[in-house]
């Protein structure tokens, strides 16, 4: 049972953690580097600042890392160094594998899971936050070569908790997965938006599906610019497969070629019909 | 005032038209290839079948073409050998240049507009029509150079009584437009479906995100391969642009470029923020 967490990042993941622990009784300490975030979690009795930053972090039974991919691993460092007695470390980025690895090679294998909560939408930061967010949520718990199993079951237990729906998977396979269910579909919704804009068209002239199509579109840069500079490698697989179904679908619509578009329309239908 | 119509296909769109006049009152003829919609609209009070097919059309004061983009320039063929005291002749088609010019050629052009009503989703066929389906959507209207004003008058009047929003505009102008807001997310939510779908991964392991990035792939095959390729030159620009989009992007990523990629993501957040 975790009775106190520091979450360090108090944008839409960090600060819905924040609000759902602290509504469960736990003591939770918060920082961000927006300064504003941290006064307002303090403001609405959320939270208690980390004056010291994270060379100051009081025993706590939790750490929870909800900063950006790459800054997650700077975090990472910054507390390897500072206090050993907690009992779990998490993060919850969007990005596994080498979150993992890097809390291997720190030492910190034996208390770190990863996590990745499968919620949020477009929109981001502590504005954004509320409670229950992780209602029904899938959570992808990721650990490492060394996790021991009081970690894991803290791990499981807060999410559980939360509301959240744990599965534990391998976090290579979760980020080659992830690249094409996630990563995938935020840069085609995004390449797609501004392929749209360069035209002068707004937003505001699409119907119901171009909205939904570019709907990833208002996602945070910082976020995805990190996430997909990470998974850097399966992304680019992805892209690659994406860009020869546009070809494809090219070639066929300039050469009058109806078949093989109702095939193609045909193949996608079938998959889309399994979970309409 | 239109008093009787006869509904050439009985789609989502034309089932919907004939539902919406029925209930105003308005006597309804109506074909289709599959009898069992013409059988189904006729049990449920709402239409006459057109025993004799296109050949015997009754006296109405409007003919609406509700088939696929191609398919309608055979209809329009078919009705202009027949009765020419039909007051007006539309379409629902979502291209609008080659029908337009069509008309015109075969001396129908007095009376006919072009219709293109922006509503509908991924679900087709007469078993999706419904009853209000217009309700407060923009419904293009495409005059031909020769549309005499009873015939654009009763287009406006119809559409508005089923509770549509008429927008005239040009033909060759609606064509471009509807290339980058509908056709372009057509073809690029279809295509992520189809990458993805070669990996074996269903569509129920997507977030939400990833969900609507590719509900259009839900789409007709029928209807979508007569669009695409009625409007070739248009969607071919708007997916070279979409590739080169996809492109920079790839670059980015496989560059580690995150002050790229952030300024990509920033740009299609300020086009998504004016109307989120």
Chains 1, 2 share one sequence.
């Not at 910054?78 to 291997?104: M, N, P, Y």
């Not at 599965?167 to 501004?194: G, I, K, N, R, Y």
């Not at 002068?200 to 199509?213: E, I, K």
């Amino acid at each position: 049972m975790i009775e106190s967490a520091a979450i360090i990042g108090l944008g839409l993941i960090g600060g819905s953690v924040a609000r759902d622990l602290a509504a469960r009784g736990v003591r939770v300490f918060a920082w961000d580097r927006d300064l504003a975030s941290v006064r307002a979690a303090v403001d609405e009795g959320l939270a208690h600042p980390l004056a010291a930053g994270l060379d100051g972090l009081p025993e706590v039974d939790a750490i929870v890392i909800a900063v950006p991919v790459l800054a997650a691993g700077d975090v990472l460092r910054a507390i390897a160094h500072g206090r050993r007695d907690v009992r779990l470390i998490t993060d919850v980025g969007s990005t596994k594998r080498s979150i993992v690895h890097l809390a291997e090679s720190l030492g910190l294998g034996a208390r770190f899971v990863g996590s990745h909560p499968l919620a949020g939408d477009h929109r981001s930061g502590w504005t954004a936050s509320r409670q229950g967010l992780f209602e029904d949520a899938r959570i992808f718990l990721t650990p490492t070569a060394a996790t021991e199993p009081d970690a894991m079951h803290l791990a499981c237990e807060m999410w559980m908790g939360l509301g959240g729906r744990p599965e534990v998977t391998d976090p290579d396979l979760h980020d080659v997965q992830l690249a094409w269910t996630s990563h995938l579909p935020q840069v085609v919704s995004t390449a797609l938006a501004l392929a749209i804009q360069q035209t002068g068209t707004p937003r505001s002239t699409l119907g119901a599906g171009g909205r939904d199509v570019t709907r990833l579109a208002g996602s945070s840069p910082e976020m995805w610019a990190d996430i997909l500079v990470d998974n850097a490698d399966e992304v680019g697989s992805a892209l690659a497969a994406m860009s020869s179904y546009l070809s494809a679908i090219g070639d066929a619509v300039a050469s009058g070629d109806r078949d093989g578009l109702r095939e193609l329309w045909a193949a996608a239908n079938q998959w889309h019909a399994e979970h309409p």
